[in-house]
Antibody, heavy 115, light 112 residues
Framework: EVQLVESGGGLVQPGGSLRLSCAAS????????MNWVRQAPGKGLEWVSY????????YYADSVRGRFTISRDNAKNSLYLQMNSLRVEDTAMYYC????????WGQGTLVTVSS | DIVMTQSPDSLAVSLGERATINCKSS????????????LAWYQQKPGQPPKLLIY???TRESGVPDRFSGSGSGTDFTLTISSLQAEDVAVYYC?????????FGQGTQLEI
């Protein structure tokens, strides 16, 4: 059974930083591209970032480009999202998801940006 | 970037009746080399992550009841629930994966 478990969320002040992690099991992680998707409270889904299996292709949504950095460690079966210069509008549940179409999702980790 | 627009934003359907949700993309998501539409549908219930229902516009994910079906091609797509059950109350999203700058529709709230 595939499991994706996110961690690292929490309360941070505007302008601050946070690093999210996603631990994967039950799949050959090194062969899969991965994604981060977020959902603001009471709002819809927003794709955030993509990384391919070898980290040679990386993409970001316009809303986070230049502030967020996606990375992965295939030896540790882990995906990361470094979030800098956080804004109030970055407040959301952040989900780790597998390759598109997203058949694997984690339960999410909540990021709250507030003073 | 490809913009996905769903209609309606919310929908109330009686138990046992048909529910239809529409999704329109700002450009075609049909890849001519393999004749596949890079369009997926998800169901999200409160407090849960989304669940993949349909991919390639019309292929049901394993375990998804056959009352769920997807249709359409190019820029216009439809999710149909043939006979609404109480457990189908949820928000439904379409998503394009034709471009790696993936994008979702705004969601359709389905109620009884």
């Amino acid at each position: 059974e595939v499991q994706l478990v996110e961690s690292g969320g929490g309360l941070v002040q505007p302008g601050g930083s946070l690093r999210l992690s996603c631990a994967a099991s039950g799949l050959t992680f090194s062969r899969h591209s991965m994604n981060w998707v977020r959902q603001a409270p009471g709002k819809g889904l927003e794709w955030v970032s993509y990384i391919n299996s070898s980290s040679s292709a990386i993409y970001y949504a316009d809303s986070v480009r230049g502030r967020f950095t996606i990375s992965r460690d295939n030896a540790k079966n882990s995906l990361y999202l470094q979030m800098n210069s956080l804004r109030v509008e970055d407040t959301a549940m952040y989900y780790c998801a597998g390759a598109a179409p997203f058949d694997y999702w984690g339960q999410g980790t909540l990021v709250t940006v507030s003073s | 970037d490809i913009v996905m627009t769903q209609s309606p934003d919310s929908l109330a359907v009686s138990l046992g009746e048909r529910a239809t949700i529409n999704c329109k993309s700002s450009q075609s998501v049909l890849y001519s080399s393999n004749n596949k539409n890079y369009l997926a549908w998800y169901q999200q219930k409160p407090g849960q992550p989304p669940k993949l229902l349909i991919y390639w516009a019309s292929t049901r994910e394993s375990g998804v009841p056959d009352r769920f079906s997807g249709s359409g091609s190019g820029t216009d797509f439809t999710l149909t629930i043939s006979s609404l059950q109480a457990e189908d109350v949820a928000v439904y999203y379409c998503q394009q994966y034709y471009s790696t700058l993936y994008s979702f529709g705004q969601g359709t709230q389905l109620e009884i």
